[in-house]
């Protein structure tokens, strides 16, 4: 039988059917030879499908074979790829070096265009949201009588536990009920949903349809069988967990109204009503937010093809009957009929409209789930290149859009295991590996990786940031840098996708439906309805401007400073004594500087003193120099709150390698890991032990990542380094844990640096002051309850918090509740002569902070003759000596507190005892002492390289 004169329409001729063949470059005789026609009904498409080896597949609809996934590979494909994989296997044989570079070299510049053209379409997105709104008055003049009969198509299967919440969902649209026409659509062997929909007793709008049981078992092969039937003028697709925009099909019907004859298709937004469900929920919601927010609005801003999604999808129902509906083998059905629609040259708009569904919850259910996506994807790319020279002829610089966004993310999947394995190899065993993976990178290649390795992955985070703030989802962003775990799981759903593609390609893997319904979900009625943004309250506005475009001003800064790494710096200079690379978080002028970034400071600058040369590498906050000589400290500030460990990296390898003799390696919580790409004698500095910040102050799992980060991955990298703690808690602390096994940990405690200018007598009232970071951990709040106790007894009394950080406007209004806000003052960030008039004028220094490495405003407070009341936690036990320069309380504890307060302002001569103590407990402790002992840790490290040659491989 021949299938051509048939199954493309009743009315095609032969030569025509051939024409067809040929112009999509398919050989009739080797592809099609064992396909038979099933013919059906003759008006419609009900019945209609193929025979093909001997199996029937019922598809109602005639869609061409040439546009049909059911072959995966064509004969020319099937070549081409046979070709490819013995081009490659032969370049490994005979000159495995060459072909590496080759393939790592496509592959470099491949990631190089997609982070530019990721780029571009995000400044489209951003510069001119081509969704299309509406007004409040357009809802207003319709007239109901005049609105025309919408279909709904709804394929279940296996949906009878969220039948009765879709229900609702449908009821809830605002259309007439008389002009609705709803298609429940339910398998025939489907017996659960059937009794549940009898059980139910859907209203009289909505018709129940069973589809014949019979292959392939898929969405798309139900869909066409529910448009066959399908009576209103325009169509529309839902799925079981659906909860539309109530406005939905108005929008719709409006947008169709005024848009051209060509724009057949509308493709309303998705996101998720359960997105704080779990981890998963949090980061697919992320996804989404970005792929429909800002993704698709940047490719229909350049007039490109729109990957649809399998629901909201708004359609003129004739043209999309003459187009043949979708292709029943397709297991992304949705992505491969925007495609078609874009080639026949018709175009598909985004409205502004949200569907919200449910997010897959479960990992194994999602695997499954995202496989199936990426399978059908990458279905649809091969259908539409089954003739590339023609595809590129016809749609020029959109054909190459669809490499990126079709073909190559499917690819890029597959590859970034492999990447990330190789860059972790590079890393962990550079010595071993590290010359030969360099030698795969030539300097074009390299420079393309790395800048791709940077800013492609910061790209995608910002993204990621920028899709969940204009979807209103502020929770997300918190999450995003957790995206690289999700990511390996989507590679682990491509794999399995490859297999589903080879062994079973139209196998339907059924996404599980309902795992919410055990947490509470927002109501219809909660769904919020939003309009054009003048609607928007200028808070709100101003919220999302700050969100949208500061992470684009952070991805410019990172940029600057990627191309910095091939820049000119400041030359390194051998000095008399030792070159010393100090890598340190911030610096002393960076916004968030604390003690730590002193205690750095204060020891380099009496290094260079001695004669030997410093360099601070550290992060860049947006607000200072770039890189700035501060009192003989050659400071380079790169990089931001995460990225500078990321550029130590990078500015080692190519820049500093070889200029430098020790290495002063800081841990604020995560060190820079430098033993993995340099040899060179290294000091870890540890200031105190993070464990108990992380569990107190992160949220799962950021939190455990953390934990594990510096507990078990940072010990044995750093199991042969040195290590120098500021006190003796933070020592026994480090070796308690079994740390540094191999190295006896020093230490090195903090000096003071006030620069005493004039005589500041104690306040004539009671006075008290906090002086230091203002950070969650530091439990300033704590202070402020116990003082605003205080004023009960003592209303003179007053309370001086100086430092700035991110708790500042929540202590402001914690002082403004708690009714004291005339009796405190935030004075910021104070200079030195500042700080030093504050000090000697308090009566009490108050450290409430629950972890502290020292606390050098504890000593300096001490030289000022003030007494402080501190946390009795690790490392304010070393500067704080109880009962002799002050007291040790239990942490948190506000009424403990407000009495050791009370206590001595009551009590004059106690406080005088205590001030005269902590004059001569402060006269033990000096800068220079601190850095001669200092010194003397990195002199001994680097006279090892003397008897242990160094395995730095030096530059030139």
Request: hydrophobic content about 40%; charged content about 20%; glycine content about 6%.
């Amino acid at each position: 039988m021949n299938i051509w004169n048939r199954f493309i329409t009743s009315k095609t001729s032969q030569e025509n059917v051939n024409q067809e063949i040929l112009s999509r470059g398919i050989q009739r005789d080797t592809d099609y030879n064992d396909f038979e026609v099933i013919e059906g009904d003759q008006m419609t498409s009900l019945g209609w499908g193929i025979k093909y080896n001997n199996t029937s597949f019922i598809t109602h609809t005639k869609l061409p074979l040439s546009h049909s996934a059911l072959i995966t590979l064509s004969s020319r494909q099937k070549s081409l790829l046979i070709v490819l994989i013995l081009t490659l296997l032969l370049g490994i044989i005979i000159n495995f070096k060459v072909t590496m570079v080759i393939v790592i070299g496509v592959l470099s510049f491949i990631y190089f265009a997609d982070f530019l053209f990721s780029l571009y379409v995000l400044l489209r997105s951003l510069s001119s949201p081509p969704e299309i709104k509406f007004k409040k008055s357009e809802f207003v003049d319709l007239v109901e009588g005049d609105l025309p009969v919408y279909s709904i198509l709804c394929p279940l299967y296996k949906e009878d536990k969220v039948l009765p919440q879709f229900l609702q969902a449908i009821d809830s649209l605002d259309w007439p009920k008389d002009k609705l026409d709803v298609l429940l659509l339910l398998e025939e062997d489907d017996i659960s949903t059937i009794t549940a929909a009898r059980r139910v007793g859907p209203p009289s709008y909505i018709r129940t349809l069973l589809v014949p049981h019979g292959l392939p078992k898929t969405k798309p092969k139900a869909c066409n069988f529910g448009l066959a039937h399908a009576k209103g003028e325009f169509v529309v697709i839902y799925d079981a967990e659906d909860k539309p925009d109530p406005l939905q099909l108005k929008k719709a019907y409006l947008a169709f109204k005024k848009l051209p004859d060509k724009v057949v298709c509308l493709q309303s937004k998705l996101n998720y009503y359960n997105s704080d469900q779990n981890l998963l929920t949090r980061l697919f919601t992320s996804e989404y937010s970005l792929w429909f927010d800002l993704i698709l609005p940047g490719l229909q801003s350049v007039g490109s093809m729109i990957p649809l999604g399998g629901t909201s999808n708004h359609f003129k129902t004739e043209l999309l009957k003459k187009l043949h509906g979708w292709d029943a083998f397709n297991v992304t059905e949705d992505c491969d009929l925007g495609a078609r629609l874009f080639k026949m040259g018709y175009k598909t708009e985004i409205i502004d409209s949200t569907t919200y569904e449910e997010a897959n919850s479960k990992a194994k259910s999602w695997v499954r789930q995202r496989s199936r996506w990426i399978k059908g994807y990458l279905q649809t790319y091969l259908v539409h290149m089954r003739d590339p020279i023609d595809f590129f002829k016809r749609h020029g610089v959109h054909a190459l859009i669809f490499q990126l966004i079709i073909g190559m993310r499917m690819v890029f999947i597959l590859i970034n295991p492999i990447l990330w394995l190789t860059t972790i190899t590079y890393f962990l065993l550079y010595p071993v590996v590290g010359s030969f993976i360099e030698s795969l990178y030539p300097t074009p290649v390299y420079y393309a990786a790395v800048f791709s390795l940077a800013f492609g992955n910061f790209l995608h985070f910002y993204n990621y940031m920028i899709g969940s703030a204009k979807r209103g989802y502020w929770d997300g962003v918190i999450y995003v840098y957790l995206i690289p775990f999700y990511w390996l799981w989507t590679s682990i759903a491509g794999c399995l996708a490859i297999f589903q593609l080879i062994a079973k390609p139209h196998f339907w893997e059924k996404t599980e439906h309902g795992f919410h319904l055990a947490n509470p979900v927002p109501k219809l009625a909660e769904i919020k309805v939003t309009f054009d943004l003048d609607t928007k309250i200028p808070k709100l506005r101003k919220k999302i401007f700050k969100v949208l475009f500061f992470p684009l001003s952070v991805l410019l800064k990172n940029l600057i400073d990627l191309i910095d790494v091939f820049g000119a710096l400041p030359e390194i200079s051998k000095k008399k004594g030792l070159n010393i690379l100090l890598l340190n978080w911030r610096d002393t002028k960076h916004i968030w500087a604390g003690g730590a970034e002193v205690y750095v400071h204060e020891i380099a600058k009496r290094w260079v003193a001695e004669g030997n040369g410093v360099t601070l590498f550290c992060g860049w906050d947006g607000k200072t120099l770039r890189q700035e000589n501060i009192e003989g400290v050659n400071v380079i500030r790169r990089g931001g709150f995460y990225s500078v460990y990321l550029f130590a990296f990078l500015y080692y390898l190519c820049r500093f390698r070889g200029k430098f003799d020790v290495i002063i390696d800081c841990e604020n919580g995560i060190p820079f890991f430098s033993p993995l790409y340099t040899g060179i004698p290294k000091i870890l500095l540890i200031h105190h032990v993070h464990q108990d910040v992380f569990r107190k102050h992160l949220s799962f799992p950021l939190s455990n990542i953390a934990c594990f980060l510096e507990s078990k991955i940072m010990p044995f990298i750093y199991q042969n380094t040195k290590i120098v703690t500021i006190s003796q808690s933070s020592k026994e602390d480090i070796q308690k844990r079994g740390w540094g096994k191999n190295q006896h940990a020093g230490v090195v405690n903090p000096g003071i640096s006030l620069l005493k200018k004039g005589n500041f007598p104690k306040t004539q009232h009671p006075s008290f002051l906090y002086l230091g970071r203002l950070k969650e951990y530091k439990n300033v709040d704590v202070a402020l309850k116990a003082f605003a106790e205080i004023v009960k007894l003592h209303s003179d009394a007053k309370f001086n918090v100086a430092g700035s950080g991110e708790s500042l406007a929540k202590l402001i209004r914690l002082s403004r509740s708690l009714g004291i806000s005339d009796s405190v003052t935030f004075h910021g960030r104070v200079n030195e002569d500042e700080k030093f008039k504050l000090l000697c004028e308090s009566w009490i220094s108050v450290q409430p902070s629950s972890f502290e490495g020292w606390g050098i405003t504890v000593v300096e407070s001490n030289a000022c003759g003030t007494p402080v009341i501190a946390s009795d936690v690790k490392g304010l036990r070393d500067s704080v000596r109880d009962d002799l320069t002050g007291y040790l309380i239990e942490p948190k504890n506000v009424e403990v507190l407000a009495k050791a307060m009370e206590y001595l302002i009551v009590n004059a001569g106690e406080r005088e005892r205590l001030g005269n103590n902590c004059r001569l407990w402060a006269s033990y402790f000096s800068w220079d002492k601190s850095a001669r002992v200092f010194l003397s840790f990195v002199n001994i490290e680097y006279q090892k390289k003397i008897l242990i040659p160094s395995l730095e491989v030096s530059q030139g």
